[in-house]
């Protein structure tokens, strides 16, 4: 089997949540000496990009995406040593949140896994984070964009006032929000860079703002 079948099957076997086989073909790959950024790009990002897609036409739901991003997740154990000696370079790094007094996190970890098989590094600050927890991590890790998810109409309002600390803070970084009750025209009104609909929708506006 030829390097690219090996990376297309990789792709596949992310799609079906299948990591067992992931991990193997994975390792088989590193054997062969194909670079971790090529089975990032050519295997795990092609994989999770079918599945944010389908996912984004409702043709996976939740239980599904959730099985294929361990099966992401499997095969970057395997090459995220070599990345982290600086063989792969990242797209970027973004902070991820629940904003405060929600603890709802199954839509912020499906972006996050999203993000990542993207080849985004992914700093998960979890849930109900208010503004200085906001603040003190992107003190902390600098990233290149901020991500806020919320679920509930009565936390989506806690999203403005953490956007308007970082502008009295001079900090010019943009924020990509999203949640089941949030819609572009809220995103605009508090002053947000972007808005993800969907994962799928949430890695386009990343790539947009970060290309």
């Known amino acids: 089997m030829t390097e690219q079948e090996k990376l297309s099957e990789l792709a596949q076997f992310?799609?079906?949540?299948?990591?067992?086989?992931?991990?193997?073909?994975?390792?088989?790959?590193?054997?062969?000496?194909?670079?971790?950024?090529?089975?990032?790009?050519?295997?795990?990002?092609?994989?999770?990009?079918?599945?944010?897609?389908?996912?984004?036409?409702n043709q996976m739901y939740v239980p599904q995406v959730l099985v294929a991003a361990r099966a992401m997740k499997t095969s970057m154990k395997v090459i995220e040593p070599l990345m982290l000696s600086g063989k792969v370079k990242s797209k970027g790094k973004i902070l991820i949140g629940t904003v405060k007094g929600d603890v709802h996190d199954i839509g912020k970890n499906i972006v996050a896994t999203m993000m990542q098989g993207a080849g985004y590094e992914v700093v998960d600050i979890g849930t109900g984070c208010d503004v200085n927890k906001f603040y003190q991590e992107?003190?902390?890790?600098?990233?290149?964009?901020?991500?806020?998810?919320?679920?509930?109409?009565?936390?989506?309002?806690?999203?403005?006032?953490?956007?308007?600390?970082?502008?009295?803070k001079n900090v010019n970084v943009p924020f990509i929000v999203g949640g089941a009750p949030l819609n572009q025209k809220f995103a605009d009104e508090i002053g947000a860079t972007g808005y993800g609909k969907d994962a799928y929708g949430a890695v386009k506006v990343a790539d947009q703002l970060l290309a």
């Open 14 to 57: 992310v799609i079906a949540g299948k990591h067992i086989d992931a991990q193997r073909i994975t390792e088989e790959l590193i054997h062969e000496n194909c670079s971790p950024q090529t089975i990032l790009n050519d295997g795990l990002m092609k994989g999770m990009e079918v599945v944010g897609q389908r996912f984004r036409d």
């Open 138 to 168: 992107y003190e902390t890790h600098k990233p290149d964009l901020i991500g806020m998810s919320a679920l509930l109409t009565t936390t989506m309002i806690n999203m403005k006032p953490v956007i308007e600390h970082f502008k009295n």
